[in-house]
Each structure stands twice: as structure tokens, then as C-alpha cells.
């Protein structure tokens, strides 16, 4: 119950093109649903994050759906660039006492192509 | 500001030995988390700390332990080493106050021969 499933485990897109993640979860504990992207040799860094009371937030090219009923949330990416080659993780937390504690997806390694 | 700071970078072990990794946080920062990523298990959750007390703790063994200085740097210490340590060792810091907001450090990469 604690597992988020993450889905696909590679993507390769071509430059211009949308890339979609998609991620699912079981706890309908988890209220905060974070993206991290993480380069070869760097710890992974936040993307952009979401709570289950909006269905759609956007940052720039970047953007999380997010489907409470389904228990289902997804990254977009838009107008995908080779800048954004990286592995991409959904994550899950519940609760304020929580705040360090994190359930990773298993990741999606995204190859933008010129 | 400076980042999540991790040292050593990398490190080779061989299999008994124990080994401590050490973290300082970004300023200001007082909670310290740390994670465990290798290829076929990903990012694995070991435990956290918030005003040196440990506040959550995930599924490893005791041989996994830590613990969080009073200028909120902390340490951990893996101990009698086997050969499924190997892996990245990251360490992130946050201010505690939006749950999964974490800032990551570069990590410490662990060879266990």
C-alpha cells in the first residue's frame, strides 16, 4: 500500500514533442505528490509538486494532472527539449510529520532527441 | 546559499567493514533525510531527522543508523558491510514545513567489494 507504480521506464521523445509520465498510487494518506528530475551524477532535484485538492498545476513547459478518483497522476512535458534528457521520479508524502519521508516511483529515464 | 553537502564522494568498502557518511545541510535547514538509490531498487527511504531526533525511520536493517548534530549536520553509519550496500547514498535537507519539499545533495556513491 505504500508503493507508487511508475510507468513508462524509458521514453524517448523527439525535440518539440510532448512527453508523459504517468504514476499510480494505493495510500489515500499521501497528500503531496512531488516530481523530482535527476541528472547522471547530481541528486535529484524538485520539479514540480501538487496536492490532491487542484486536478492541474503548470510551471512553464512542465505541467501535473492529477486524478484523485483514480488514484493517478501525470507529468507533461511540453515542447520536450534535449536539455530535459533525465530520469524523472513521482513521489508521495502524508502528513506533516512526514516531511523527509518520501515513496519513489521507480523512475522514468527520458531521452529528448534533436 | 550553499547546497546539501555530502562527503566522502565515493568510497570503496570491502564486505564487514563498517563506514560513515556525513551531511551538512543547506542553512537554516533542520530537517536531514536519508535515501538509499540503486538501479533495481530505486530510491529507498532510511530515515529522518528534525532537531536531533530521529522522526521517521524506513525499512532497513539496524546495521543502518544515524544521527543529527545540534548545528543539524548529521552522519550515518552503515555497519558490518555486505555487498548489497553498494549503492548511492543521498542525503537531503528542508525546512520542514511543506512535506516532500527536499533539497538533495550530490550523494555518497559506496563500493562494497
Known amino acids: 500500500q505504500q508503493q507508487v507504480k511508475q510507468s513508462p521506464q524509458s521514453l524517448i521523445v523527439q525535440k518539440g514533442g510532448i512527453s508523459i509520465i504517468n504514476c499510480a498510487y494505493e495510500n489515500t494518506a499521501f497528500d503531496y505528490f512531488p516530481w523530482y528530475q535527476q541528472f547522471p551524477g547530481k541528486g535529484p532535484a524538485l520539479l514540480i509538486a501538487i496536492r490532491p485538492d487542484v486536478s492541474e498545476k503548470k510551471e512553464g513547459r512542465f505541467t501535473i494532472s492529477f486524478n484523485k478518483s483514480a488514484k493517478q497522476f501525470s507529468l507533461h512535458i511540453m515542447d520536450s527539449q534535449p536539455g530535459d534528457s533525465a530520469t524523472y521520479f513521482c513521489a508521495a508524502s502524508s502528513g506533516s510529520g512526514n516531511t523527509g519521508k518520501l515513496i519513489f516511483g521507480q523512475g522514468t529515464t527520458l531521452q529528448v532527441k534533436p | 546559499k550553499a547546497g546539501v553537502t555530502q562527503t566522502p564522494r565515493y568510497l570503496i568498502k570491502t564486505r564487514g567493514q563498517q563506514v560513515t557518511l556525513s551531511c551538512s545541510p543547506i542553512?537554516?535547514?533542520?530537517?536531514v533525510s536519508w535515501y538509499q538509490q540503486t538501479p533495481g531498487q530505486g530510491l529507498q527511504f532510511l530515515f529522518e531527522y528534525f532537531s536531533e531526533t530521529q522522526r521517521n525511520k524506513g525499512n532497513f536493517p539496524g546495521r543502518f543508523s544515524g544521527r543529527q548534530f545540534s548545528n543539524s549536520r548529521s552522519e550515518m553509519n552503515v555497519s558490518t558491510l555486505e555487498l548489497g550496500d553498494s549503492a548511492l547514498y543521498l542525503c537531503a535537507s528542508s525546512l520542514a514545513l511543506t512535506p516532500g519539499e527536499l533539497f538533495f545533495g550530490e550523494g555518497s556513491r559506496l563500493t562494497v567489494l
Open positions: 542553512s537554516g535547514h533542520r530537517s
